[in-house]
């Protein structure tokens, strides 16, 4: 397997067998610890060659820094069939997560594995930047040192 794409964006769909992504990040910059990030999208395109045939499992894992799992992995069941006339077959995965929660700043990493052999690692960065107070006008300052 050779993975083409692996993204975490906000979007993405598959459309006969195009793979179509909307907003690809890597960092998430929150105001509230802990944070819920409301909707995303796992992307993966992968390339299966003649050796690949057969039947495969892929597993995503969604891990914080110290590997500790932020969700339960997803198990995906993959049957590649080469038809006579390919040399490969491109396969799209697209999986949507909704609410996901972050306990706290920091690394963290979607890993995608095939049959246990880890294939791509996607990081993500969750930065906390607590809200800030409105700067002072000039005339709100004149009003204060009075």
């Known amino acids: 397997m050779n993975v083409q794409i692996a993204v975490l964006c906000d979007a993405a769909t598959d459309d006969h067998g195009k793979l179509n992504l909307l907003g690809a990040f890597d960092t998430i910059i929150t105001p509230q610890l802990p ?3 409301p909707q995303c999208s796992i992307a993966l395109r992968a390339t299966f060659m003649s050796e690949d045939e057969g039947q495969h499992r892929l597993r995503l894992a969604f891990v914080d820094a110290d590997g500790r799992n932020v969700m339960p992995p997803m198990d995906i069941p993959v049957q590649v069939q080469m038809p006579e006339d390919a040399h490969f077959v491109t396969r799209n995965f697209i999986i949507n997560i909704q609410q996901m929660k972050f306990a706290q700043a920091g690394l963290y990493s979607i890993d995608a594995f095939l049959d ?6 996607m990081p993500l960065l969750v930065k906390f930047r607590p809200p800030q107070p409105p700067p002072i006008s000039g005339d709100e300052w004149k009003t204060q040192g009075a």
């Open 35 to 37: 944070a819920v990030h």
């Open 116 to 121: 246990d052999t880890l294939a791509i690692g």
